[in-house]
């Protein structure tokens, strides 16, 4: 049973797909299985993934019809092992060390939950910057726990900046 699994839903993303994979493949942590789910793309998305299992077999890949982001996301929760989840999204990229810290926090403050910020990843001007700051995230895991207390479901609310990409780091 691997520690973590990372959950990649895949949806038209050929042309960030490689770099998102290479990302969680170099991780300094190796105990991990990537989950990623192909949500019905009509691109190359799918041949990438199945190049990129065929030659690591910590990859497991869902292949479904188009059912958005929560349904991809539902798909990889049925079959993930690992103690830990995380979600990446195929369009976005971590740093090497992404797994490794969120574990190590995790066991250190023996959390249920552990965040971290993001930078934004601004293709056409080839700069990053930071993401939302610990207030804003406060607020959401504070919106989380008051849910989780009253019926117990998480909704996840993403922000779509064009021409942006999201990076752990």
């Known amino acids: 049973m691997p520690k973590i699994s990372v959950i990649v839903p895949t949806y038209n993303v050929e042309k960030y797909l490689s770099q998102c994979l290479d990302s969680i493949l170099n991780q300094t942590f190796k105990d991990f299985e990537c989950i990623c789910i ?19 077999n910590r990859i497991k890949i869902i292949n479904q019809e188009n059912k958005g982001l929560s349904g991809a996301r539902n798909a990889a929760l049925k079959i993930v092992t690992g103690k830990y989840i995380t979600f ?7 740093s090497s060390d992404y797994l490794e810290k969120l574990i190590n926090l995790a066991e250190k403050e ?12 601004y293709s056409l001007d080839n700069k990053y ?14 919106e989380y726990s ?11 609310i ?6 942006s990409r999201s990076a752990c780091m």
Do not use: W
Request: proline letters at 1%; charged letters at 35%.
């Open 146 to 156: 008051k849910a989780q207390k009253r019926d117990k479901q998480l909704e996840y």
């Open 38 to 56: 192909n949500d019905g793309s009509t691109d190359n998305s799918l041949s990438i993934l199945q190049k990129y299992a065929s030659k690591d």
């Open 110 to 121: 023996n959390s249920d939950i552990v965040y971290c910020r993001h930078k934004m990843y």
């Open 129 to 142: 910057e930071k993401g939302p700051n610990r207030e804003k995230l406060n607020k959401l895991f504070f």
């Open 88 to 94: 990446v999204d195929s369009d976005d990229f971590v």
């Open 158 to 163: 993403l922000d779509i900046v064009e021409n």
